[in-house]
């Protein structure tokens, strides 16, 4: 059974940059693509990209262009986001998901609060 | 971008009653190449990631009572809870995986009458 442990909670300044981490474990990590979604407090899923360990390309939604970055560590199994130019309407819950077609994978969330 | 919209926003049910949500795409989500329905839905409860209930439209995820099944093709899509138990209590979303980017429905809101 795969699993995925997110690092935790982050709270940074306006303009800031912030690194979350994903660690997979139960699968072969380099086989499956990695999604990123968010969710602002008490609003709905928002998709944010992917990247494919093995060969580690990125596909971003255009929304987050130039401001988002995913990479990935495949000695230790573990995706990264990294969002740059934070403002409060960054502030969320920042979740990684293994797409297997489907996304049936769930990290359990990383809250970032973006507060001066 | 597909657009995903789901209706009702809310709804809430006796308990042991049905419960239906509907989902629709702004285009056809069937993959010819396996001739699938690339539509999955999830359940949120607060405090929890998403859970996935449903994919291709129609197939239970392992570990997900029966009570809950998937129906539809093509644009329209829905969500049935046979008999709704207090733990189904929470905010489910239907998502396209047909192709970039993925997008979510709205989200709707399920709680007990």
């Known amino acids: 059974q795969g699993q995925l442990l997110q690092s935790g909670t982050e709270v940074k300044k306006p303009g800031a940059s912030v690194k979350v981490s994903c660690k997979s474990s139960?699968?072969?990590?380099?086989?499956?693509?990695m999604h990123w979604v968010r969710q602002a407090p008490g609003q709905g899923l928002e998709w944010m990209g992917w990247?494919?360990?093995?060969?580690?390309?990125?596909y971003y939604a255009q929304k987050f262009q130039g401001r988002v970055t995913l990479t990935r560590d495949t000695s230790i199994t573990t995706t990264y986001l990294e969002l740059s130019s934070l403002t409060s309407d960054d502030t969320a819950l920042y979740y990684c998901?293994?797409?297997?077609?489907?996304?049936?994978?769930w990290g359990q969330g990383t809250l970032v609060t973006v507060s001066s | 971008d597909i657009v995903m919209t789901q209706s009702p926003d809310s709804l809430a049910v006796s308990l042991g009653e049905r419960a239906s949500i509907n989902c629709k795409s702004s285009?056809?989500?069937?993959?010819?190449?396996?001739?699938?329905?690339?539509l999955s839905w999830f359940q949120q409860k607060p405090g929890q990631p998403p859970r996935l209930l449903i994919y291709?439209?129609?197939t239970r995820q392992s570990g997900v009572p029966d009570r809950f099944s998937g129906s539809g093709s093509g644009t329209d899509f829905t969500l049935t809870i046979s008999s709704l138990q207090a733990e189904d209590v929470a905010v489910y979303y239907c998502?396209?995986?047909?192709?970039?980017?993925?997008?979510f429905g709205p989200g709707t809101r399920v709680d007990i009458k």
């Open positions: 998901t293994r797409e297997n077609w489907f996304f049936d994978y």
């Open positions: 139960g699968y072969t990590f380099r086989d499956y693509y």
């Open positions: 990247i494919f360990p093995k060969t580690g390309g990125t």
């Open positions: 285009q056809y989500i069937f993959d010819n190449s396996n001739k699938k329905n690339s």
């Open positions: 291709w439209a129609t």
């Open positions: 998502q396209q995986y047909y192709n970039l980017p993925r997008t």
